[in-house]
């Protein structure tokens, strides 16, 4: 039977910069190469008996492109996923700082 962390290792090999950027699309002559900010996770195991499992999982988010046309390269941000990231993030770090500070007055 087959190592399952090393068939999973290699299945995840092929995720980097393919899971980020995207596939170029001509229009119009106009290039648009789309990016995401994009995560993910996996796990294995394997008893001495031979049992096994694993699993997975990702997310990917589109916050923009790059689009070329005969002025130049420039990025257009997906202000909708910005947003939707940011929230979240800025609420955490506020909570974060919040509690910092109140440990350092006691």
Known sequence: MP????????????????????????????????????????????DASGDNGGGGGGVAIPIGAYIRSGDGIRFEPNLISLVAVAIPFLWVAGRT???????LKH
């Open 3 to 46: 190592n399952l962390a090393l068939e999973l290792g290699k299945q995840a090999a092929s995720f980097g910069v393919t899971s980020i950027y995207g596939e170029q699309q001509d229009v119009d002559g106009v290039r648009i190469i789309p990016v995401a900010l994009s995560w993910s996770g996996f796990g294995a195991g394997e």
């Open 97 to 103: 700082l919040s509690r910092i500070v109140r440990a």
